[in-house]
């Protein structure tokens, strides 16, 4: 009879062991999963930061090149303006001669 309760009682604690033994290895892996976690959160954060900014600076980029646009236009438009002021100062000097003809004699 000693044999077999010393056997249960070995066998009881090589049980307790393996269980305590199975519990730290999912403590181990709870921790890990933990960390990985807390690192991609962080890296989240870095990422998206970095996202922002660039979307800032292109944002800044695509206004900037659409004021350089209609400047542009805006200065295309000034030189016809001008162009066609000055085509219509001719018209109106040729109208006038047209209509007081100088005549030599």
């Known amino acids: 009879m000693e044999v077999t309760e010393k056997e249960q009682s070995e066998t009881h604690l ?6 305590e033994l199975n519990i730290s ?12 976690v807390s690192e991609l959160l962080e890296s989240r954060e870095t990422m998206f930061k970095e996202l922002s900014n660039e979307f800032e600076q292109r ?12 400047r542009e ?3 295309e438009l000034r030189l016809v303006d001008a ?3 000055e085509a219509s100062a001719l018209l109106n000097n040729a109208r006038f001669l047209l209509q007081n003809p100088i005549f030599d004699s």
């Open 83 to 85: 162009s066609n002021e």
């Open 59 to 70: 944002l800044i980029w695509i206004h900037r090149e659409q004021m350089k646009k209609w």
């Open 14 to 19: 090589a049980g307790l062991e393996e269980m």
């Open 73 to 75: 236009e805006i200065k």
């Open 25 to 36: 290895h999912i403590l181990e892996r709870i921790e890990r999963f933990t960390q990985l």
